[in-house]
């Protein structure tokens, strides 16, 4: 096939389907006893030809899709408005030990701290942990009679889940319909997503978390090693971060 004056970028894959098609069209002559028209060879070489064309225009595609534009940001803890409160919740699995943790901050328009907590999971996955920390950042919420709720998290793949159509063989099934009962009170939540970089203080205490005994802490004053961040939050200190551009 090279001294028949065509040349392929690609010979190996080409050469590799030239002779699965022969292989093939072979078991078809010997099984069902169907024969090739006209050239056979040609006509291989024309669908292995055909097939790598199609292959490398999807393969451009998809690389095209795969390096979505990115663009650098600035990223900081934002106050809700004026009568609403802010949760923000996070939840960590140690990659050592598997040790589950979670934690939240309540927060008001000014920055001020109203409430959080603290939960010692026991061994479980990083989602269940994030999924565990919003259900209790929505128990300490509504248990404070807040009314106009922002829930923050930096796992999307946990609003995801809460947004989808419940199912009932989920693995966290349960979790998931307690939050969304939760949700579904008398009262105005919005689960918003936001970045690391935003979350920092409900990080810090999921990580705190592995200094309290098993269950769930709550927190009546924010522990003292907290106030830097607290203070960086409430003065709007921002971290850079590369992002997915959005299309508008």
């Known amino acids: 096939m090279r001294d028949s004056g065509e040349r392929h970028e690609d010979w ?6 030239v002779c699965w098609y022969i292989w093939k069209y072979r078991n078809e002559y010997i099984f069902q006893g169907k024969k090739l028209a006209g050239s056979s060879i040609n006509y291989v070489k024309s669908k292995a ?3 790598l ?7 451009l595609q998809l690389d095209c899709n795969s390096k979505p534009n990115r663009t650098d940001r600035l990223v900081c803890w934002g106050a809700p408005p004026r009568g609403w409160s802010k949760m923000n919740t996070d939840g960590a699995a140690q990659g050592s030990t598997g040790m589950a943790t979670a934690g ?12 959080g907590f603290c939960c010692k999971i026991g061994t479980g996955s990083a989602i269940l942990a994030e ?11 509504w248990n404070q009679n807040t009314q106009f709720l922002i829930l923050e998290t930096d796992s999307k793949l946990a609003i995801e889940l809460i947004r989808k159509r419940e199912d009932p063989v989920h693995p966290h099934s349960t979790i998931l319909t307690a939050i969304r009962r939760l949700m579904a009170q008398n009262w105005v939540v919005q689960l918003v997503h936001t970045y690391r970089e935003g979350n920092r203080a409900a990080d810090w205490l999921s990580k705190h978390s592995l200094v ?16 830097q961040i607290l203070l960086e939050d409430t003065l709007g200190v921002s971290f ?4 997915v551009q959005t299309q508008n």
Do not use: C, K
């Open 12 to 17: 190996p894959s080409f050469f590799a389907l």
């Open 49 to 51: 030809t055909g097939w």
């Open 53 to 59: 064309q199609a292959w490398e225009r999807t393969s």
């Open 104 to 115: 939240g901050i309540l927060r008001d328009s000014d920055g001020d701290w109203l409430g």
């Open 131 to 141: 999924l565990w920390g919003i259900h209790q950042g929505l128990l300490t919420a």
């Open 212 to 227: 309290y005994p098993f269950g769930t802490h709550e927190l009546m004053n924010p522990p003292s090693q907290l106030q």
């Open 240 to 243: 850079p971060r590369m992002v």
